[in-house]
C-alpha cells in the first residue's frame, strides 16, 4: 500500500477530478489525503501522514507557484511527485525534472494507480479516455473533512467531460487532436449512473441544491428528454447547469424547469459579432440568441448568469469591454461574471497575439489568474484590471455610465481588489444561490451606514452615492477606504 498526498492551493470549490484521482487509489487499497495550503502546514501534514508520492494538478498560471513548491518538497523530504491537470497535459515537456518525477497526459485515474504500484517506467504517461461508466464515484471524504465543503449545500457533479466547441482562448480545439474519436470521446454518463451517484451523495452529506459542472450540459437533447423524466420524481432538488444558449427553444426549458432547474450560466465573453466570430471563434451563438434565452429564462423564473472576457486583442480593448458591460446591464442578468484574457500558450489566441503584436513571441506572457491583470500590449490596461473587480457591483447596482468611468480612475490595492472579488462570491451565495441569505455585509441600511460612519469626512464624500444606489455595507467598508481623487467632486455625482 502506499500514500499519496493531494496539494491544493486557493481553493474555492470542491474539484471532482481529484475526487476521482482519490477513488482510484482507494479502490485500488491506497490511502489519500488532501493538504489545502491556506488552511494547515504542509510540513505538519507531510510529518502526520508520511506520505509517499505528492499530487499536484497544475493550472497554467499557477503552476508556478505549486512547482516551485515541490521542488523544495521533493529535496526535504525525498518524495516523488506526480504532475497531471491541464498544464500538465498540453506542456508535459516543460516540467522541470526536479520538480516533478511524473506528469500525466490526459485522463489519470488509471495513470496514478499505476505509477504507484510501479507498472510504468516512463516519465510522461498519457493513457486513452476512460469509460466513465467504469469510474468509481468520487472520494469526496477528500474534499468533506474541510467543514466548508462538507456542510455546503450546493455540491458538483459531472455527467460529461468533454466539449464540442473550439473557443480559440481554450485549449478544448488541442483536446480534440489528441483525443477526439477514441471511443469515449464526449460520453454522456447514463442517466442511471448520475441520479445514483446523487442519491448516494444525499445519503450521507447535506445535499440542497445540485451543480452540474458540465462545459455543456444540453449538446446531447435525447439523454437531457430521459433526465428530465426522472430527476424529478427520483431526486427532485433544485439544480443548475452551463450550456450555449443556441441550443435552446421553449420546449426544453419547460423540461428543465419542470425538473428542478433554476439557474444558468452561460458564455457570452464579447458582446461585438465581428470579435465573437473572427477572434473567439465563437459563431455558434449570436447575441439574438443570448438576448431570447435570456428572455425565455426569465419567463420561466429560471435566473441567469452571464461570463465575459475582458483585456481582449482588439483595437480599443477598453471600448469593446464597456461594450459587453452594457450588453449585460441592458439584458439585466442575474449574474454577471468576467474574468481578463490570458493568451494561454499553444491556443490559437495566444498566436494570434503574437503575430499582431499584443504580446512577445515567448510563451510567457499571462499573470497567475484571469481575475489578476491584462499582460497585453494594450491601451488602458490598469482601467481594465479595475473594470474586473468593479463589474459585478456595476451590474447589481445598475451604475450609470459617467459613475462607471469615474470609478475606473481610482486606484485599487491588491487588497482591496482582493476584497471586492470576495464580496462580489459573497453576493452571489446569497442572491444567486440562496445561501448565506443573513449576510450583514450584502444589507443597505441608510440609517445604520449614517450611524456608523457619518462623523467620517470620506463618507460625507460618499453619503449621496451610497444612498442613491442602495449600496450593501460590505461595499461602503471597501470604498472609504480607497484614496479618492480630488478631481472626483464630492461624489454625489458618483
Known amino acids: 500500500m502506499s500514500k499519496i498526498l493531494f496539494i491544493e492551493s486557493d481553493l474555492r470549490n470542491e474539484k471532482l477530478g481529484i475526487m476521482y484521482l482519490s477513488a482510484s487509489l482507494l479502490n485500488a487499497g491506497h490511502e489519500t489525503r488532501l493538504c489545502w495550503l491556506e488552511r494547515e502546514s504542509i510540513d505538519e501534514v507531510i510529518a502526520d501522514f508520511r506520505p509517499d508520492y505528492l499530487a499536484v494538478s497544475l493550472v497554467t498560471g499557477a503552476h508556478r507557484s505549486i512547482l516551485s513548491l515541490t521542488e523544495n518538497l521533493k529535496k526535504q523530504y525525498h518524495l516523488k511527485v506526480i504532475a497531471g491537470g491541464p498544464h500538465a497535459t498540453f506542456f508535459a515537456d516543460s516540467i522541470p525534472l526536479e520538480t516533478a518525477d511524473y506528469i500525466v497526459v490526459g485522463p489519470g485515474e488509471q495513470a496514478i494507480v499505476d505509477i504507484v504500484e510501479g507498472r510504468t517506467g516512463e516519465r510522461v504517461m498519457r493513457y486513452p479516455l476512460a469509460d466513465l461508466e467504469k469510474l468509481v464515484f468520487p472520494d469526496r471524504a477528500l474534499f468533506y473533512r474541510y467543514p466548508e465543503f462538507r456542510d455546503n449545500p450546493m455540491k458538483n457533479i459531472i455527467t460529461c467531460r468533454d466539449c464540442p466547441y473550439s473557443c480559440s482562448y481554450c485549449y478544448n480545439h488541442t483536446w480534440k487532436q489528441m483525443f477526439s474519436g477514441q471511443p469515449h470521446f464526449l460520453q454522456k454518463l447514463s442517466v442511471d449512473r448520475v441520479l445514483e451517484e446523487i442519491a448516494k451523495l444525499r445519503s450521507v452529506y447535506p445535499l440542497?441544491?445540485?451543480?452540474?459542472?458540465?462545459?455543456?450540459?444540453?449538446?446531447?437533447?435525447?439523454?437531457?428528454?430521459?433526465?428530465?423524466?426522472?430527476?424529478?420524481?427520483?431526486?427532485?432538488?433544485?439544480?443548475?447547469?452551463s450550456f450555449s444558449l443556441n441550443l435552446l427553444d421553449e420546449g426544453i426549458v419547460v423540461l428543465l424547469k419542470e425538473a428542478g432547474l433554476f439557474m444558468v450560466n452561460f458564455a457570452l465573453e464579447s458582446a461585438d459579432p465581428a470579435v465573437q466570430c473572427e477572434i473567439l471563434n465563437r459563431g455558434h451563438v449570436r447575441n439574438d440568441q443570448v438576448i431570447a434565452g435570456i428572455e425565455l429564462m426569465r419567463k420561466y423564473g429560471i435566473k441567469c448568469r452571464m461570463q465575459n472576457m475582458i483585456g481582449l486583442p482588439v483595437r480599443d480593448s477598453l471600448a469593446d469591454a464597456l461594450n459587453t458591460l452594457e450588453f449585460n446591464r441592458l439584458n439585466r442578468v442575474d449574474d454577471s461574471w468576467v474574468s481578463i484574457f490570458q493568451p494561454y500558450p499553444n491556443t490559437r489566441m495566444a498566436e494570434y497575439c503574437a503575430r499582431n503584436g499584443f504580446i512577445p513571441d515567448d510563451g510567457e506572457s499571462y499573470a497567475d489568474s484571469?481575475?489578476?491583470?491584462?499582460?497585453?500590449?494594450?491601451?488602458h490596461a490598469d482601467e481594465i484590471a479595475r473594470l474586473q473587480k468593479w463589474w459585478y457591483f456595476v451590474i447589481r447596482y445598475n451604475l450609470p455610465e459617467y459613475t462607471i468611468h469615474k470609478l475606473l480612475k481610482i486606484r485599487l490595492t491588491e487588497a482591496q481588489g482582493e476584497a471586492l472579488q470576495k464580496l462580489r462570491f459573497e453576493y452571489s451565495r446569497c442572491y444567486l444561490y440562496g445561501l448565506d441569505i443573513d449576510n450583514p455585509l450584502l444589507i443597505h441600511d441608510f440609517r445604520q451606514l449614517s450611524a456608523q460612519h457619518g462623523e467620517k469626512a470620506v463618507f460625507k464624500r460618499l453619503e449621496g452615492f451610497v444612498r442613491r444606489f442602495g449600496i450593501g455595507a460590505g461595499l461602503v467598508d471597501i470604498m472609504l477606504g480607497l484614496e479618492l481623487p480630488d478631481s472626483i467632486n464630492g461624489l454625489d455625482n458618483l
Open 370 to 379: 484571469f481575475f489578476a491583470k491584462s499582460c497585453l500590449q494594450i491601451d
Open 208 to 241: 440542497r441544491q445540485v451543480l452540474f459542472i458540465d462545459d455543456n450540459f444540453l449538446f446531447d437533447r435525447g439523454w437531457i428528454e430521459g433526465f428530465c423524466k426522472r430527476y424529478t420524481t427520483e431526486i427532485g432538488l433544485p439544480f443548475l447547469c
